[in-house]
């Protein structure tokens, strides 16, 4: 652990990794007390609702660690340093698919854990797309899976996709889209 640096705002880190850092904070209690509080300070993320031009959703099943397993999600990233969501989303749609997106709208933006991350997950929908190559990292094991929303419905009701950015995203997506 590096105990030694802190943060600009002088907060201590103490953890650094490659995507994240683990931060201590203060905050007053009721009783007026300092309490120590640990955050996860993360730079973002983006996820993305791709629509293929039949209408299926583009989902992709992903062997996620974490979890030991493959999980159904939508496209997903983290941002880069001081990189807009909008990039960060079209980056990600060819790395996981191959899929560029002609049209890419925001439809909201959410706080994936805020009670411990710091991070602001801003979600997308991607229409008018173009097929390619996709390129994904050295660790990805992507497969895209395109599902009608028919298919993502028996899904959720069966439990069968549980990543909340998905959830979210196919939520917001479905009610931009019109098909409440």
């Known amino acids: ?30 009783s007026g007390k300092l309490l120590k509080r640990q955050i996860v300070r993360h730079p973002g993320a983006v ?15 992903q062997y996620r660690i974490a979890f030991r397993k493959d999980i159904y999600e939508i496209p997903a990233g983290t941002r880069e340093p001081n990189e807009e969501p909008i990039i960060t989303a079209k980056r990600e749609m060819v790395e996981e698919t191959g899929y560029r997106c002609g049209k890419i709208e925001l439809l909201n933006s959410i706080y994936t854990s805020p009670g411990v991350l710091q991070e602001e997950l801003f979600l997308f929908l991607a229409t008018d797309l173009q097929k390619g190559e996709s390129a994904p990292e050295d660790g ?39 098909l409440e």
């Open 1 to 30: 652990m590096d105990q030694q640096n802190t943060t600009s705002e002088g907060e201590p880190i103490l953890l650094h990794s490659r995507i994240f850092d683990v931060v201590e904070r203060t905050q007053l209690g009721r």
């Open 47 to 61: 996820g993305i609702v791709p629509i293929l031009p039949d209408g299926r959703v583009l989902l992709i099943n």
């Open 140 to 178: 990805e094991r992507i497969e895209p899976t395109p599902k009608t929303w028919s298919e993502i419905d028996k899904m959720l009701e069966a439990g069968e996709i549980h990543d909340a950015k998905t959830i979210a995203g196919l939520f917001l997506a479905r009610r931009k889209l019109g």
